[in-house]
């Protein structure tokens, strides 16, 4: 079951979320920020976006600043979902 995260909601309202979706056990450990039909992969790890398409700057700044903010709740609910693939002590 996906994990989905609060980000205030002057972002939900505009049709941001954040989550960690099913079946990704396997990837680098990310959180999924998606708007409407565009996704970014947010690496747990190194705190940077995973792919260049869509392109990261499209991302409001004020989320971006967010998942910063709540990169240890992020990297804990990453390991309680897939404790086969921990983040690591790469966040701390």
Known sequence: ??????IGTHLAARGWKVKIRDRER???????V???TAVWRFNLRT???MDREPDPALVPED????LNAL???L?????????ENPVGETHA
């Open 71 to 73: 990169l240890p709740q």
């Open 34 to 36: 998606m708007y409407r």
């Open 47 to 49: 705190a940077t976006f």
């Open 1 to 6: 079951m996906p994990i989905t995260f609060r």
């Open 63 to 66: 989320l971006q600043n967010l």
């Open 26 to 32: 396997l990837e680098p450990p990310h959180v999924s």
């Open 75 to 83: 990297c804990a609910a990453w390991d309680t979902m897939y404790p």
